[in-house]
């Protein structure tokens, strides 16, 4: 993960994710206040466990059915099903459906 993420908000605002203190990322985490990439590396920095999502995958070109993935949040879950199933998504109007569900 990117490591070079910044806080934008509180006492350590500017400061880069590696370089804050666990505790703070901790409160964050506990709060949900951080949000996508910064959250998943916090989560990694951490080694906070990851949750089990159930994706399933419609009108894919390759790749329709259902996985069972772990990850850090939903969007982490589909970025993964995608590289480890290799899932070719359409680039029609309807495009390729991902429902995700934490287990």
Same mark, same amino acid.
């Given at each position: =993960?990117?490591?070079?993420? *910044? $806080?934008?908000?509180?006492?350590?605002?500017?400061? =880069?994710?590696?370089?804050?203190?666990?505790?703070? $990322?901790?409160?964050?985490?506990?709060?949900?206040? $951080?949000?996508?990439?910064?959250?998943?590396?916090? *989560?990694?920095? $951490?080694?906070?466990?990851?949750?089990?999502?159930?994706?399933?995958?419609?009108?894919?070109?390759?790749?329709?059915?259902?996985?069972?993935?772990?990850?850090?949040?939903?969007?982490?879950?589909?970025?993964?099903?995608?590289?480890?199933?290799?899932?070719?998504?359409?680039?029609?109007?309807?495009?390729?459906?991902?429902?995700?569900? *934490?287990?």
């Amino acid at each position: =993960m990117n490591s070079e993420i *910044k $806080l934008k908000f509180g006492n350590y605002k500017g400061t =880069m994710l590696k370089d804050v203190p666990d505790n703070y $990322l901790r409160w964050c985490i506990d709060k949900e206040i $951080l949000k996508g990439k910064a959250m998943i590396y916090a *989560k990694q920095k $951490l080694n906070y466990p990851k949750d089990k999502y159930k994706v399933e995958v419609e009108d894919a070109v390759v790749g329709n059915g259902i996985y069972f993935i772990e990850a850090y949040n939903k969007n982490d879950a589909i970025r993964q099903a995608k590289k480890e199933n290799h899932i070719q998504i359409t680039q029609s109007f309807c495009g390729t459906s991902f429902c995700v569900t *934490k287990l």
